[in-house]
Every structure is written in C-alpha cells, then in structure tokens.
C-alpha cells in the first residue's frame, strides 16, 4: 500500500492580507497529479484542512474539487481534524463521503474512529486522533485527569490499543505537537500552542505499535522518527518559512507493515523573499531582479523612515506584503527581537514588548494578573467552541 502524508492545508487563510487560495488550489492539483503518477493508494491529510472553524464559501469549494479529484484519481482518502478546524462541521455529510471513499475521523469523543482500507495483503487500519483541547476532552469517558496534550494522546492511544481484534498493519493520524521537532521545522511561530507555549509536547513513544504515525501540526517537514514524520503544509504561510521545502511523504507498506518513505516535493507557486537593507538600495540593487515575482517582507535599515515606503516598495516587487522599520542604531529593537523569537508563553511576550516601549518597565503584578484572567478565559473559550 502506497500512502501520500499531506497536513496543514489552512483552506482559506490570508497571507498578510493576500488571498492564496487560487495558489494553494494549484499545489493541490499537483499533489493530485503526484497521486496518479505514482500510483497512491491512500492520501492521508493530518489536520488543520481549513483555516477557520467557520470557513468562507470558496474554501469549502476548494475542499470539495480537491477530495473529488483525488478520488477521481483512484485514491481513498484519510482525514482528520486540527486546532483550527471544527471537527463538527468536517465531518458534515462525512457519512456520504464515506461511500466515496472519503473517511473523515475526527470524533473528539472517540478518538479510536478507524477504517479499515485493503492492500493485497490484507486491511490496514487508519485510526484518526482529532486534535483534543485538554480541557474538552476531561468530559469524556476516562478522560477526568486529562491535563495536558501528552494525557490527551495517552488517553486516546489507550482507546486505540483496546480495540478488539485490530489487523497487524495501522496507521495513525494525529493532530498535535510532538517532541523532538527540530528548530528548523519550528519557524512558525503562529502554530505554538497559546495553553503551554509549546512545551506542552507529546512524547513519540505514546504513539508504539502503529505501523506509520502521519502528525500534523507543524508546517515544516520533520521525521521525529522513521515511522513518524510531519509532512508540513503545502504552502507557505509565514515569512518564517521562507525556503523551506514543502511536500508530502510518500510512505509505503509491504505485507509486513513500513517498508519506507520518500519526500516528495510539491511546486512553490510563488516563492517568499525577505530583504534587509536602505530602501534606495532594494530599489537599486541588480542583485534583487529575482524577487521581483516574489512575495516579499522588507526590513527597512533607512535611520528616517522613508515616506510611503510601501508604494514605493512595490513599484520594484509588486508582491511585497510586508514592510518594518528597523534602523540599523536601534540595539533595543534587536534585543526586543530576540527577546520575542525566544519567547514561548504569550506573558512573556507582552513583558518584552512593554519593556521596549516603558523604557525597561516590564508586566506590573496587576497587569500580570489581569493577562492571566484574559488569557484563561480565551483558552476556555476555544475549548468550548
Ligand atoms: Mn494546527
């Protein structure tokens, strides 16, 4: 059995005010043409297929071309669902899709859902973990002492194992954050956890026993382990990401269970730029001619801020969405800089930004507390949702 690991689609989603879904529709037509060619038997999507729990119309449009397709292609398909997705709402008409060959699992409650799909050696089992808030999942059966994302997956790995008579061969597919993700898949730094900032992880060991685990999450490509990997979205979606690879997994079962996985690499439609430097120079410099089709973010190193910068910007890159000022004499914003990037909870985030702008006053107590009701009461609110 052939199967390609895709995640993290975010159908819908802007990319600093730019609409990219007629881009992302086109990497998904050569993912489909990626299915026909190298004979996928099983396409896998882990998580995060919309970017919003209430998406727009086109996006559901874009969802149905690109299941349809696939299924044309002579793939059955494996979903479930991420943070940002309403599982609810995924799984409307799922029961339809299922004659199709679309299995949409992603039942919080039943995190165990499987389909059993055959090769010529017999079935798999494709399980598919939704991703489980904490603080919904405590509601269910067995699930009281669940506080964090590594019970969640432990509690719902627990169900997976007392299914009765499973088949020899299973695969995972998991919505979470798991250990050891390497810096380099981490730049996204929207994808960190607003409850743990992050350090809530799962460890890959919750996850023995399955023949392949497909995780999404993370929009870098990342193999945690060679039975499990992330695969990363097929877009990029911060400028964080620039040049990173963006693909799929091509993963292969023999009758004895994983037989090996290949990355398969998916077209940039537009790749991202991000330029330092005075503006005078970006507009001059021959060495630039290639980011003129690029999405680009420009650090400005001008000590005045140049007037309408942005115009001017785009009078040489068209494509240029993002702009900041960094004078090149300002050591504080760089600080404040690296203080952001090794933040990991939303408190200390907003402690470097009132140090920088209060002049080395960070969070008083009160404000601390005020932004710790807020933000509890926000968490609480996802979870509810
Ligand atoms: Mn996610």
Same mark, same amino acid.
């Given at each position: 059995m052939r199967?390609?690991?895709?995640?993290?689609w975010?159908?819908?989603?802007?990319?600093?005010?730019?609409?990219?879904?007629?881009?992302?529709?086109?990497?998904?037509? &050569?993912?489909?043409?990626?299915?026909?060619e190298?004979?996928?038997?099983?396409v896998?999507?882990?998580?995060?297929?919309?970017?919003?729990?209430?998406?727009a119309?086109?996006?559901f &449009?874009?969802?149905?071309?690109?299941?349809?397709?696939?299924?044309?292609?002579?793939?059955?398909?494996?979903?479930?669902?991420?943070?940002?997705?309403?599982?609810?709402?995924?799984?409307?008409?799922s029961?339809? &899709?299922?004659?199709?060959?679309?299995?949409?699992?992603?039942d919080?409650?039943?995190?165990?859902?499987?389909?059993?799909?055959?090769?010529a050696?017999?079935?798999?089992?494709?399980?598919?973990?939704?991703?489980?808030?904490?603080?919904?999942?405590?509601?269910f059966?067995?699930?009281?002492?669940v506080?964090?994302?590594r019970?969640?997956?432990?509690?719902?790995?627990?169900?997976?194992?007392?299914?009765?008579?499973?088949?020899?061969?299973?695969?995972?597919?998991?919505?979470?954050?798991?250990?050891?993700?390497?810096?380099?898949a981490?730049?996204?730094?929207?994808?960190?956890?607003?409850?743990?900032g992050?350090?809530?992880v799962?460890p890959?060991?919750?996850?023995?026993?399955?023949?392949?685990?497909?995780?999404?999450?993370?929009?870098?490509?990342?193999?945690l382990?060679?039975?499990?990997?992330?695969?990363?979205?097929?877009?990029?979606?911060?400028?964080?990401?620039?040049?990173?690879?963006?693909?799929a997994?091509?993963v292969?079962l023999?009758?004895?269970?994983?037989?090996?996985a290949?990355?398969?690499?998916?077209p940039v439609?537009?790749?991202?730029?991000?330029?330092?430097?005075?503006?005078d120079?970006?507009?001059a410099d %021959?060495?630039?001619?290639?980011a003129?089709?690029?999405?680009?973010?420009?650090r400005?190193?001008?000590?005045?801020?140049?007037?309408?910068?942005?115009?001017r910007?785009?009078?040489?890159?068209?494509?240029?969405?993002?702009?900041?000022?960094?004078?090149?004499?300002? %050591?504080?914003?760089?600080?404040?800089?690296?203080?952001?990037?090794?933040?990991?909870?939303?408190?200390q985030?907003?402690?470097a930004?009132?140090?920088?702008?209060?002049?080395?006053?960070?969070?008083?107590?009160?404000?601390?507390?005020?932004?710790?009701?807020?933000?509890?009461?926000?968490?609480?609110?996802?979870?509810?949702?």
């Amino acid at each position: 059995m052939r199967i390609l690991h895709t995640s993290d689609w975010h159908l819908g989603r802007t990319f600093h005010g730019e609409r990219v879904l007629d881009a992302l529709r086109g990497v998904l037509d &050569a993912l489909v043409a990626a299915v026909r060619e190298h004979g996928v038997d099983v396409v896998v999507v882990a998580g995060d297929v919309f970017d919003s729990t209430t998406p727009a119309a086109d996006a559901f &449009a874009a969802l149905d071309d690109a299941l349809v397709a696939l299924a044309e292609a002579g793939a059955r398909v494996v979903v479930t669902s991420g943070n940002h997705d309403s599982a609810a709402r995924l799984r409307f008409q799922s029961r339809f &899709a299922r004659l199709g060959g679309v299995h949409v699992l992603a039942d919080h409650e039943r995190p165990e859902s499987w389909v059993d799909l055959d090769d010529a050696h017999g079935p798999v089992r494709f399980h598919g973990i939704p991703y489980l808030e904490p603080a919904l999942v405590r509601r269910f059966e067995g699930a009281a002492e669940v506080r964090s994302q590594r019970d969640a997956i432990a509690w719902a790995m627990g169900r997976i194992r007392a299914v009765e008579g499973p088949p020899a061969r299973s695969v995972v597919v998991a919505h979470c954050f798991a250990a050891g993700v390497p810096d380099a898949a981490m730049a996204d730094d929207l994808e960190r956890d607003l409850t743990a900032g992050g350090l809530d992880v799962v460890p890959i060991e919750l996850f023995d026993g399955a023949d392949y685990v497909a995780l999404g999450h993370i929009h870098g490509r990342a193999a945690l382990a060679e039975r499990v990997r992330y695969s990363g979205a097929p877009l990029h979606y911060s400028f964080a990401e620039a040049g990173h690879p963006r693909g799929a997994w091509l993963v292969d079962l023999d009758a004895d269970g994983f037989a090996g996985a290949q990355w398969l690499e998916l077209p940039v439609p537009r790749p991202l730029r991000v330029l330092e430097g005075r503006l005078d120079e970006l507009l001059a410099d %021959p060495g630039l001619a290639d980011a003129t089709g690029a999405w680009v973010s420009a650090r400005l190193t001008d000590t005045d801020r140049p007037l309408d910068a942005m115009r001017r910007l785009r009078s040489r890159f068209p494509h240029a969405l993002h702009l900041e000022f960094a004078p090149i004499d300002a %050591p504080r914003v760089a600080d404040y800089r690296a203080r952001l990037a090794a933040a990991v909870t939303p408190e200390q985030r907003v402690d470097a930004f009132l140090e920088l702008v209060r002049d080395g006053d960070g969070l008083r107590p009160l404000e601390r507390e005020a932004l710790g009701e807020a933000l509890d009461a926000l968490v609480a609110e996802e979870a509810g949702r």
